[in-house]
Structure formats: structure tokens, C-alpha cells
């Protein structure tokens, strides 16, 4: 564990390093590289699908929960149920 968290330390430390030696034109670079990638892969997750089966188990367990709850749930997640 402490290794761990020494090791977490020095990289944070190198990359913080390394931004202050980059420029201003190379950091907006490296942005667009990485907007660009996230993008990239937001296009590649689909839609979960859920089977009849998956659908009855999540029936059951979301019957379990108050209804306070249950609409708290159901409003942050309203197009995966569908």
C-alpha cells in the first residue's frame, strides 16, 4: 500500500513537471489529441441491451427498493429501462 501511493506521488510529480515545461501551443495540441480520442470512444459504447431475463432480475431487485428511492433511480437512469 505504501508503495503504492509513493508510486502514485512520483508519476503525479514527473507530470506536473512535465507540464510546466511544455508550451502553451504544445498543451493545447495534446488537448485536441485527447478531446479527439474520447470522442473516439464514446462513438465505440453502445446502447446496453437487456434480455427478458435481465430485465425480470432487475424487476425483482428494484422491487426491494423504497419508492423514494426507486424514482431517484429511475430518473437518473430513464432511457436504459426502456
Do not use: C, W
Amino acid at each position: 500500500m505504501l508503495l503504492n501511493l509513493a508510486y502514485l506521488a512520483a508519476t503525479k510529480a514527473l507530470a506536473v513537471l512535465r507540464l510546466f515545461t511544455m508550451s502553451d501551443h504544445e498543451k493545447d495540441i495534446e488537448i485536441l489529441v485527447l478531446r479527439h480520442q474520447l470522442l473516439d470512444l464514446q462513438g465505440q459504447v453502445g446502447k446496453p441491451t437487456f434480455t427478458k431475463t435481465d430485465r425480470a432480475v432487475l424487476g425483482g431487485l428494484l422491487h426491494q427498493l423504497p419508492t423514494d428511492k426507486l424514482r431517484h433511480l429511475l430518473a437518473l437512469l430513464p432511457d436504459m429501462l426502456v
